[in-house]
Structures are given as C-alpha cells and as structure tokens.
C-alpha cells in the first residue's frame, strides 16, 4: 500500500506562480511513474504532467512552457506552475503508478486562480 501527501495549493492572482508537492510512502516499486491530473468542477480528471523513475516528464499540451514536474530520490514529486490562467483552477491530484502494479492517489489540493 502507498500514501500520498499533498500540499501548496491555494488562491493565486492570473500570471502567478505555485508549487505543488506530493511525498509518497510505503511499497513504491523501484520502477514507477509519478505524476499529477487535475479535475475543475464539472469536468473530468485529466492529466497534467508525469514523470518517470529515470526522470523523463511528460505535460499536456496545455501546461507546456508554463508547469514544470521534478521529482527527488525520496519518492516526492513536485509541480511548478508559472503564468498560471484561470482555466488553471481545479483540484490537483498526485499519484504513483507502480510499474507492474496499482496506481495509488492523493487526496487532492485545490488551485484556484483568479482573473
């Protein structure tokens, strides 16, 4: 079993800036994925970015430019986002996907942006 801990979101003005952390625990396979997805009121959870145990990320088209995902050698992924829109506002969630095994989640931090 895996636990994800959450934080840095909060209120942000258009044009500015937050960071997102998520310190993940227990049984992390060697060879994992860690990440977040977003889900604004209404919508679906979508993908925002993700990164590999290797260090390779990946975003979505569009944060491209303006987020960046890093993640240290102690299983804690971290989400800068820059320039952020009010299209940006939604509940932020973490997760880690063991390679070969289950995807675990965080429990969510909320990112709203005003315009």
């Known amino acids: 079993q895996v636990q994800l801990v959450e934080s840095g979101g909060g209120l942000v003005q258009a044009g500015g800036s937050l960071r997102l952390s998520c310190a993940a625990s227990?049984?992390?396979?060697?060879?994992?994925?860690m990440g977040w997805f977003r889900q604004a009121p209404g919508n679906q959870r979508v993908m925002v970015a993700t990164?590999?145990?290797?260090?390779?990320p990946y975003y979505v088209e569009p944060v491209k430019g303006r987020f960046t995902i890093s993640r240290d050698d102690k299983n804690t992924v971290y989400l800068q986002m820059n320039v952020l829109k009010p299209e940006d506002t939604a509940v932020y969630y973490c997760?880690?996907?063991?390679?070969?095994?289950?995807?675990?989640w965080g429990q969510g931090t909320q990112v709203t942006v005003s315009s």
């Open positions: 227990g049984s992390i396979f060697s060879d994992n994925i």
């Open positions: 997760f880690i996907q063991n390679i070969g095994g289950v995807t675990s």
């Open positions: 990164i590999s145990n290797g260090g390779r």
